[in-house]
């Protein structure tokens, strides 16, 4: 790989990159709209074996839904990454990573592991958060937890700079630094959220009413602030994740209400089986079922 002083096309990126084979876990970094996901796909349509996408975009999520990371393997039939079948999801429980950077960095972690052992190459997506110091230290910490081999960074102009000097200095990854595509221009906000907004409505479309015993019922937070209630009162709307009883975290849920008398929660939900599920991990937002975001304020 070349270093940060030496663009290239994407043409001639993606078949170095290919070729080189020690470069099993590929990170794609750059602002919102960069073409990341663009070349991840690129990039996968070049390689040949087994390979896999790590989806760390919360928000404008490819595998599995918004508020989730996802990974699944590729195939070469897939017309788009959008066909990829979620092998494992790791629940963070906002849209973006700066929202919970624990979860967001040990999600990260578990997923490239899990990917990495059942693919020979795996491509790692993320998310657009690259302004300022805590997006910085956020990419370098996800780049050391997935144990990244080289990174690609598209830039537009001059913004990824302060990370791949990072990256560089702390001899990270070697970094491939490319133009951002002329075709790929920054979608407002509004679009983005929809889009949000129409995956959310889409993973709920299903839903059903599901009650889990409180007692007995794990919670799964990295920090004593995360809970379902808020002033001893229950959230209502709260996205929750759930997990079964080895950790995995099989779908999310709404926070419908809570059944005293039974001591039951009652949550909405597209998951399955209730049985399985033995451990909720509270979100950071709030949202409809029909896929609309609230923020959550907690005291
Ligand atoms: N190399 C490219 N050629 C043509 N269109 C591109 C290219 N890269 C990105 N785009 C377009 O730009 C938009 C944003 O690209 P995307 O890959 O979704 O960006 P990101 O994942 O960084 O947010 C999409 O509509 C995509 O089709
Ligand atoms: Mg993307």
């Not at 990072?166 to 075709?183: D, N, Q, S, Y």
């Amino acid at each position: 790989m070349t270093c940060a002083e030496e663009p290239v096309n994407a043409e001639e990126a993606i078949e170095q990159l290919v070729a080189d084979r020690s470069l099993k876990r590929i990170m794609v970094i750059g602002a919102s709209d960069a073409g990341k996901t663009t070349f991840a796909e690129l990039l996968l349509r070049r390689m040949e074996g087994e390979s896999a996408l790590v989806d760390l975009d919360l928000g404008q999520s490819h595998v599995g839904p918004p508020a989730m990371l996802g990974w699944g393997r590729w195939s070469q039939e897939y017309r788009s990454v959008d066909e990829i079948r979620p092998e494992r999801l790791f629940f963070v429980g906002a849209t973006s990573p700066l929202a919970n950077p624990k979860a967001a960095i040990a999600g990260a972690a578990a997923l490239v592991s899990d990917a990495s052992d059942r693919a020979e190459r795996v491509v790692i997506d993320t998310s657009g958060a690259v302004e300022g110091s805590y997006a910085r230290h956020l990419k370098l910490e996800k780049i050391r937890v997935t144990r990244t081999d080289g990174v690609v960074a598209l830039e537009r102009g001059g913004e990824l700079e302060h990370i791949t000097n990072a990256i560089l200095h702390g001899r990270l990854a070697p970094v491939l630094v490319l133009p951002v595509a002329k075709e790929a221009v920054p979608k407002p906000a509004r679009e983005r959220s929809a889009y949000r907004h129409r995956r959310f409505a889409g993973y709920f479309a299903s839903a059903c009413l599901m009650r889990l015993p409180l007692e007995g019922l794990e919670m799964m937070a990295f920090s004593k602030q995360d809970s379902l209630f808020e002033g001893g009162r229950l959230i209502r709307g709260l996205l929750i994740g759930l997990a079964d009883r080895v950790g995995r975290h099989v779908g999310m849920g709404i926070i419908e209400g809570l059944d005293e008398e039974a001591n039951e929660l009652i949550v909405l939900t597209p998951v399955p089986r209730r049985g399985k599920i033995v451990a909720v991990l509270p979100g950071r937002m709030l949202l409809t079922p029909a896929g609309k975001e609230e923020r959550l304020r907690r005291r």
